[in-house]
């Protein structure tokens, strides 16, 4: 089992740069296919990216293509979003999610196990 804590979230003005980190306790993140998720009250979860770790295999959300990036860091077991060129629809809570498989890298949040609390990301226009 593993516990994720994501962080970093805030205020942006829009075209600005912020890093959310999801740290991981329990297991080490490199265990699981790790993806990140947003959601906006009263709409639907949408998938941002994922990555397998094993062959670096990176799955992207369109709306976030070139923009956002993942990276880990196994010495902290934390994980890392990179989101550049911010704009005002990118406003949600950001969540991070493990899914067990590492076989099938998958955009589908049901497919994911284990999730964190989310932090807010806030881009002003």
């Known amino acids: 089992q593993v516990q994720l804590v994501e962080s970093g979230g805030g205020l942006v003005q829009a075209g600005g740069s912020l890093r959310l980190s999801c740290a991981a306790s329990?297991?080490?993140?490199?265990?699981?296919?790790m993806a990140w998720f947003r959601q906006v009250p009263g709409k639907e979860r949408e998938f941002v990216i994922a990555?397998?770790?094993?062959?670096?295999?990176?799955l992207y959300g369109d709306s976030v293509k070139g923009r956002f990036t993942m990276s880990g860091d196994n010495a902290k077991n934390t994980v890392y979003l990179q989101m550049n060129s911010l704009k005002p629809e990118d406003t949600a809570v950001y969540y991070c999610?493990?899914?067990?498989?590492?076989?099938?890298?998958?955009?589908?949040?049901?497919?994911?196990?284990?999730w964190g609390q989310g932090t807010q990301v806030t881009v002003s226009s």
């Open positions: 329990g297991r080490t993140f490199s265990a699981y296919n």
């Open positions: 999610a493990a899914d067990l498989n590492i076989l099938v890298l998958s955009s589908q949040g049901t497919d994911y196990d284990y």
């Open positions: 990555i397998r770790w094993s062959n670096g295999n990176t």
